[in-house]
């Protein structure tokens, strides 16, 4: 089983980037695919989520900024970064959980069963 998250790079202010995570090994459509970050010297924290039926949660401060979608047939998921900020300079990550958890269990790292190895996203002004 592994993710595989690509899509990361350097981006101005303001603009947009798509991560991709690939998960293989196994069918995943009945798995919540999440996102975190992490910067060095803090915790990594929760980005976004969708569940297995689509439903997509966000943290407060990439509200409105960020979508999360997922394609089953490609055992993909995807999470669409715009109006992009210095402060979301991170390593993005993705994860996979093989539950139909809503609200805030989807934030917690211990929900997600499968971890990708992670893509670097640094925005510069």
């Known amino acids: 089983v592994q993710l595989q998250a690509s899509g990361g790079g350097l981006v101005q202010v303001g603009g947009s980037r798509l991560l991709s995570c690939v998960a293989s090994?196994?069918?995943?459509?009945?798995?919540?695919m999440g996102w975190f970050r992490q910067t060095p010297g803090k915790e990594r924290e929760f980005v976004a989520a969708i569940t297995w039926n689509s439903l997509s949660y966000y943290q407060d401060s990439v509200k409105g900024r960020f979508t999360t979608s997922r394609d089953t047939t490609k055992n993909t998921a995807y999470l669409q970064l715009t109006s992009l900020k210095p402060e979301d300079t991170a390593v993005y990550y993705c994860?996979?959980?093989?539950?139909?958890?809503?609200?805030?269990?989807?934030?917690?790292?211990?929900?997600?069963?499968?971890w990708g190895q992670g893509t670097q996203v640094t925005v510069s002004s």
């Open positions: 090994g196994r069918n995943f459509n009945n798995y919540a």
């Open positions: 994860a996979a959980g093989h539950t139909r958890s809503t609200g805030d269990q989807l934030t917690w790292r211990t929900t997600y069963n499968y």
